[in-house]
């Protein structure tokens, strides 16, 4: 059975720093690209950092650029988000986000998704 699975998701206080950790079951990351997305109470779920499947590529939108960063460990076949400088906008519950792709996102119906990581960030 193909899985994702995130974790470490927390409450932290504003300026604080947090690593997600999403992990692959039932499958491995080779040639898919991934993403890590949120939703925010109320709002749209939106990508936030991804990581393509040529030369490492990597996106990130511009409201956590240079705060987050995206990364794989090949071995333990994980993909981590580290936060850092962390805001209470960033408050939402995260998603691992994998799938084929041309670009450096995952964008297709068929993708596969984690359950989601909560994030809260206090002020």
């Known amino acids: 059975e193909v899985q994702l699975v995130e974790s470490g998701g927390d409450l932290v206080q504003t300026g604080g720093s947090l690593r997600l950790s999403c992990a692959a079951s039932?499958?491995?990351?080779?040639?898919?690209?991934i993403g890590w997305f949120r939703q925010a109470p109320g709002k749209a779920r939106e990508a936030i950092v991804c990581?393509?499947?040529?030369?490492?590529?990597?996106w990130s939108a511009e409201v956590v650029k240079g705060r987050f960063t995206i990364s794989r460990d090949n071995v333990e076949e994980m993909v981590h988000l580290q936060m850092s400088s962390l805001k209470p906008e960033d408050t939402a519950v995260y998603y691992c986000?994998?799938?084929?792709?041309?670009?450096?996102?995952?964008?297709?119906?068929?993708?596969?998704w984690g359950q989601g990581t909560q994030v809260t960030v206090s002020s």
């Open positions: 986000r994998v799938g084929y792709s041309e670009y450096i996102c995952p964008y297709r119906q068929d993708d596969y």
């Open positions: 039932g499958f491995t990351f080779d040639g898919y690209a």
């Open positions: 990581l393509g499947t040529t030369d490492g590529r990597t």
